[in-house]
């Protein structure tokens, strides 16, 4: 379509036109709005016993391998689904996959983009949502419950409670961070987006009616 034509076009849809730009308008409004999100993150490590051998041996921890696994066993017993894909940077959060509402738990994979690379006994909480209580609060129910299942394993695997897996919080207690977004780069992706819609409407329906055939005209006598 030309530009002489898309002009014509334009004229000739007004009212498709002005429906376009008023939404285009509202969802830039609405995108450009500033917001945080609170992002609480935990991260469990998971400390070996002793090594002891025979009776004594703790089969949940015979090796870092051992231990790994554990953990990652414990991660399901909270969060039974798995995310469909692997992150190449282990530094990006839940809100960096756009995840503003929801949780994760995972162990660490530091292995990059083309391989696995599961060597740190680490189960790694994430929780993101509006309210910075309720996040924190439900980082530390996700934390308990790690321990209690942890604990239940080990007492149904006959460990000796001296041998016993135990975990802690590698700082201490839940982090909590406010995380921004950027609410003008985002209302100018939204104009953008709804003016090329629009415009497309616009072609589409010119291009629709110009296909349509002509009705015969009837010669009167």
């Given amino acids: 379509m030309s530009i002489s034509n898309l002009v014509t076009a334009i004229r000739r849809y007004a009212v498709f036109l002005t429906i376009g730009l008023l939404l285009t308008g509202a969802t830039a409004w609405w995108a450009s709005r500033p917001r945080t999100v609170q992002l609480a993150t935990a991260y469990v490590l998971f400390v070996a016993p002793t090594t002891a051998t025979g009776a004594l041996r703790n089969p949940l921890a015979d090796d870092n391998g051992a231990l790994v696994a554990t953990a990652a066993l414990m991660a399901r017993t909270v969060e039974p689904q798995s995310w469909p894909y692997k992150l190449t940077d282990p ?58 299942n942890l604990e239940r394993s080990q007492t149904d695997a006959n ?12 700082r201490g207690q839940v ?41 015969p005209r009837e010669d009167r006598p």
């Fill in 91 to 148: 530094t990006l959060t839940i809100v960096d996959e756009g995840v503003t509402s929801g949780e994760k738990v995972s162990i660490p994979d530091r292995g990059g983009q083309w391989s696995n690379d599961w060597s740190d006994p680490t189960v790694v909480v994430q929780v993101s949502g509006a309210d910075p209580d309720s996040v924190a609060a439900r980082a530390q129910a996700i934390v308990d419950d790690i321990g209690r």
């Fill in 159 to 170: 460990v000796p409670t001296a041998r016993r897996i135990t975990t802690h919080l590698v």
């Fill in 175 to 215: 982090d909590l961070t406010t995380v921004s977004g950027a609410p003008t780069l985002a209302g100018l992706l939204a104009t953008f987006a709804g003016l090329l819609a629009t415009l497309a409407g616009v072609a589409a329906l010119d291009t629709s009616a110009r296909s349509r055939p002509s009705a």
